[in-house]
Each structure stands twice: as structure tokens, then as C-alpha cells.
């Protein structure tokens, strides 16, 4: 069986098969850093790290490239109530979607482009279109993509042709569509974008949002490449302008396998900042939630079926996620050094975790499947039927689905030097018997906002609002 993928293309669930046998080529869509991403970012983010662990998992090499938009309508408009250059004001976003990515165990991709660094490309491609009669410049100075220059235009989005507008045009980085018309491939620079510019053939100004992906992902990828990811509002305009700008360029196909996930909702409501349901990571791990927690609810519904991201679906991760630590200290007490065979109940989980991660990515169907393995893991421990041979090789197996889901393991906690201090005296006390110091220093604790609990496994410290 090969991985089904749905294919926003062809709408259809087609079976997965590289341009080059063995290797996939991936370009997803990054964050617009004028800001601090959202969660709902991260269902796009998390989506695509699952589709590209599972690649991995399944045998193939993937060379990944994510971009950064460190120059749109929204970064210009947002960094000009600042005093700082563009660099300056989006360094900061930068920096924290990184860190967010981490926390959420995000693989990095292979490269990070940012289109301030690529100006050059994206000229020289409008430069062609300009060259082939797919581009002119307007009265003011802006450079435009003709849309009826391109007979397939709207494909991804199967934009109704009768309804467009070609030589009407629209000049904002975002717009619906029902203004589909002539979008802006180079921007005249105007007194509103301060200093903001570059110069180029047609005089200073900056490029639009759509010709960064296409200069970009094919700098890094090729003409043609495998896989292409966003959020399903990335369809129309931004990926049937980046097919337009780079089939018109090329001549070539521009990507095989479009891939969107459905948007998330939060509490029940699409997520905006005055329904007061807008979440960062960071506000979520200030509200004592785990990045481990968070990784698993994002993950918990197939990428295109809805999710609504609730913290009553947090907490409930939180005792799932304790129920297979539970499940995996067990397995370490019987665990021998060396694998022996799977046990049937385990070998049988494996193989409908995989048939439902080939099916389109079902993380629903999949982690039904983890659990069962779980339930019938310590049904085996119970009756002592385990042996230590293959509570090693269930352990490894854990360790295998892990590659893919990236939050079976506990997240190690990274210990400032001075609570590892006190955590030491406490383990010291305790070793003396001597109660009452051991007892202070656990208040010492709960007064920094943390909590010590005794574990099999030695004492580990969770923030005190975590259960
Ligand atoms: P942006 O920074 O707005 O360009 O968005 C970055 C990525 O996040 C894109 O792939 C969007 O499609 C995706 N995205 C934005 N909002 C949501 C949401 N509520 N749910 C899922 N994905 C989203
Ligand atoms: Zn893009």
C-alpha cells in the first residue's frame, strides 16, 4: 500500500508517488512575521511536520523549505507605527517562531528563506513575465500579472472565469474572490511605505506577497517539485497566483501534490482577538499547558476535518499523556536490554496505525489505535505475560510511532541551575530521613510556582498549576 494524499488539485485522494523515486521535495508556506503566530498557525505548522515525519517514517528523504514572509502589506503597515527598520521590527517574531516550534517539537526544515533576502529573484522573474506579455506596468508604477494571460488561472481554486476582471486591478497582498483581477507582482513605492524599498527596473518599490513563494520555492526546489502545504486560505489568491507567476515563467508544471488544512476553531468560534478566544503559545504555556499537551491536540483530528482547540481537550491530552507515561514506566520495570518479537496485540497496532496514516494522514484513526495498544499493553503486564525481550521491542515500537507523533515521550524539563540545586538538597534530606528539611525545601518550591512529585523514575518538577 502506497500513502493517499487529497490532492486540492484534482480533489482527490491520489496515491503518493514522488517525482524522484525515494525523495520528496516540500514547500509550505511560513509565517507572515509581523506579529507572533497563532495557534491556528500552528495547526498549518503541525500538519505539515506530521506529513513530513511520516515521509520519513515510510523510507523517504525530504528536503523541506519554509519561507518567511518578512515583507507584505500587513509587516510594511505594522513596522511603520514603529521607529525600526523591517529588519529590525520583524528579528523578534522571527526569533519566537522558532522557539515556538521547539517547544512544540517541530522539526526545523532544511532551509528558512526570508524574501527580503531574494528581491533579486523575485525581479528577475517579473522581468520574464514582463518579456512573455504575462506582466505590465500600470499608470502608477506597479507592476501587475494579466490574468487572462494565463488560460489555466484559477485552476486550484476553479475560479469561474466568467467572473474575472482582467485590466481591473487590485493591489492589496490579500483580497477574496470575488475581486478576482490584474494582483500586483511589484509595488510602487509610496510615502506610506517609508523606508521600506528597492530599486528596480521600473523604479523603487517592493515586491508583492504571491512572487516571494514562486522565486523562492523555486530557487530551493526547481521548477517542479513535490508537495506544496498551507492553510486552506492560502488556495485562492496566494497559491493559484504563485501557479500563475510560475508556470508563466517555466512552462513547466509547478507542483504536483497540493496539500491544505481545514482553519482551526478555538472554544468552539473561529479565533479573533475580540471573541477572546485569540491564543499564543506562549499564553497557553503561561496558562501552565504543555507544549507537549498542545502538540497532541493540534494532532488529535485529521488535518482537513475540523478542530476546535478547547482547554477542556487540553486537560483531556493531559491524562491521556499520562496514561501512556503510566504505560511506559511500566514496560521499563519488565524491559531487558535486547528486543525480542513484538507481541501479536502490538504488531497488529502498528500495522492499523500505518494504514490509517497512509489514508490522507487520519491522526484520528491512528491514535485510536495507539491507545487500544495501550489498553492492551497493560492488559499484558496485568496478567504477567510480558516478556522481558518483548516489553523491550513494544518500547521501540513506542519509540518508531514516536518519530512520526513527536509527544509519546515526556518532555524533559529543562532545569535552571538553581532549582537543580534545591532539588538536589531535597534529594539529600530524603536520603537522611530528615523530613521536616526535605519539607521546607518542597515549599522553597511551591513559593518559585513549582511542584516536586516522587516518580518511579527519581522526583521531577512540573509547574504548580499542571496536574
Ligand atoms: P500567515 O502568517 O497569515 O500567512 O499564515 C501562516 C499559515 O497559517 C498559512 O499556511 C495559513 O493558511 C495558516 N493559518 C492561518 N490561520 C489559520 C487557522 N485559524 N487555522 C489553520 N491554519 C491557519
Ligand atoms: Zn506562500
Known sequence: MSIRFYNTMTREREAFEPI?????????????????????????YMFEDLMKRYLVYRGYRVTHVMNLTDVDDKTIRACAATDQSLKEYTRPFIDSFYEDKKTLNIIPADVYPAATDHVQEMIAMIVILIEKEHAYQADDGSVYYRIDSFPDY???ARIDREGMRSGVRVDTD?????NVADFALWKAWTEADGEVFWESPWGKGRPGWHIECSAMA????GETFDIHCGGVDNIFPHHDDEIAQSEAVTGKPFVKYWLHCAHLRVEGKKMSKSAGNFHTLRNLLDEGYSGREVRFELLSAQYRKALNFTRDGLKERRVALGRLDAFRSRLDKIAGEDAGDLPAWAATSEADFQQEMDDDLNTQGALAHLFEMVSAGNRACEGASLSPGEARAVLDLLDRLDTVLGFLQAEAVEIDPELQDLLDQRQHFRAEKNWAEADRVRDEFSARGWVVKDTSVGPELKKLNQS
Open 154 to 156: 484559477g485552476k486550484l
Open 174 to 178: 490579500e483580497y477574496e474572490k470575488d
Open 218 to 221: 523555486i530557487k530551493y526546489l
Open 20 to 44: 524522484n523515486p525515494g525523495e520528496v521535495r516540500l514547500y509550505t508556506c511560513g509565517p507572515t512575521v509581523y506579529d507572533f503566530a497563532h495557534i491556528g498557525n500552528f495547526r498549518a
